[in-house]
């Protein structure tokens, strides 16, 4: 199959590329470089931001795209909600043009759990509404409601997943979420590390490869028309995380602590089980094993 993967050169999107090749699809890339780097050798590659209307021509002959490209920070979208705005939600009405223009079949998205705000239930439920509490989750959302539309009017299927705390090789450890990076990036190269508050704040950290693998189920016939958690539903607290990362890298576990930030959220989980039956998925990958796999890349990168 033939597969246009926007946002292709970072660190989800590269590991997706590298999936897909490796399961023998013929993978295209559009990605304008501005945050990600990961170019793969045999993948037809467009330097091209999400939102120029010549994103059909690399949509041209494909069965599906994966839509990954994004403004990814919370905080940049808080600064800047126009700009966070017209990459992620012109952006993808552009991925939607292209895809109606090129007869597309599909659109798989990248949504993400800031989609729930502050929810009520953790692990969240499948099919809990929406309730955006930052212009990057409102951009999310509205993207969503994009792809609902195009599927109403043109018959464009799509899956929605919605991604929680992704970690693995090639994250880069300079954003502001990926706190599994900064935390093995500083311990590897011997600097301090800071927890926020009591350290007791949870997330629900999914492995890359788990992430990549529920892409290419919805690249197939299952999920049309479906929004899933992609998460493993368990909460880990950013002092448990740092713990297992020392141990992980071998180094002292002792980090410093600094006060709570304001606005950070108590807790988060999502439940999975919907995609279970869904998309046939599972996260495959203990939090334990695959943050070692994450700290030997890095070691080796370095
Ligand atoms: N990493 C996570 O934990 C997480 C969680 C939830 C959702 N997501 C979503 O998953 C997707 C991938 O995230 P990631 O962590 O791999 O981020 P990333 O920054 O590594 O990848 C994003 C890619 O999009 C490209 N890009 C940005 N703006 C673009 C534009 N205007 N035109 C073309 N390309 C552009 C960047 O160069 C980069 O390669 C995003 O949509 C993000 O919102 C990520």
Not at 20 to 33: F, I, K, P
Not at 235 to 253: C, E, F, K, N, Y
Not at 260 to 282: I, K, N, S, T, Y
Request: aromatic share 6%; net charge negative; proline share 7%.
């Amino acid at each position: 199959m033939r597969i246009l993967v926007t946002g292709g050169a970072g660190f989800i999107g590269s590991n997706l590329v590298d999936r897909l090749l490796a399961d023998g699809h013929e993978v295209v890339v559009a990605d304008d470089l501005s945050s990600g780097s990961n170019r793969a050798p045999r993948a037809e590659f467009h330097q091209i931001d999400v939102r120029d209307p010549a994103l059909a021509e690399a949509a041209d002959g494909a069965e599906v795209i994966c839509h990954l490209a994004a403004q990814i920070s919370v905080r940049a979208s808080v600064a800047d909600p126009l700009t966070d705005a017209r990459v992620n939600v012109e952006g993808t009405l552009n991925v939607l043009e292209a895809a109606r223009a090129k007869k597309v079949r599909k659109v798989v998205f990248a949504s993400s759990v800031a989609r729930y705000g502050r929810p009520e239930t953790i692990p969240v439920p499948g099919n809990t509404p929406a309730r955006p509490m930052s212009p990057y989750a409102a951009s999310k959302v509205s993207a969503e409601a994009y792809l609902s539309a195009y599927r109403a009017l043109y018959g464009i299927e799509y899956t929605t997943l919605v991604l929680s705390n992704v970690f693995g090789p090639r994250q880069s450890p300079g954003g502001e979420a990926g706190v599994v990076a900064i935390f093995t990036d500083a311990l590897l190269g011997g600097r301090p590390t800071v927890l926020f508050g009591d350290g007791s704040q949870t997330r629900d950290y999914v492995y890359v490869d788990d992430v990549v693998d529920a892409f290419t189920r919805a690249c197939g016939p299952r999920g049309d028309g479906e929004v899933f958690n992609i998460g493993t539903g368990a909460q880990t607290s950013d002092r448990a995380l740092h713990t297992l990362i020392a141990a992980a890298a071998g180094v002292p576990d002792e980090p410093d602590l600094a006060p709570a930030r304001l606005g950070d959220l108590p807790a988060m989980a999502v439940d999975p089980r919907p995609a279970f039956d869904g998309l046939g998925w599972r996260p495959e990958h203990d939090l334990a094993s695959a943050l070692k796999l994450t700290v030997d890349w890095v070691r080796n990168a370095q």
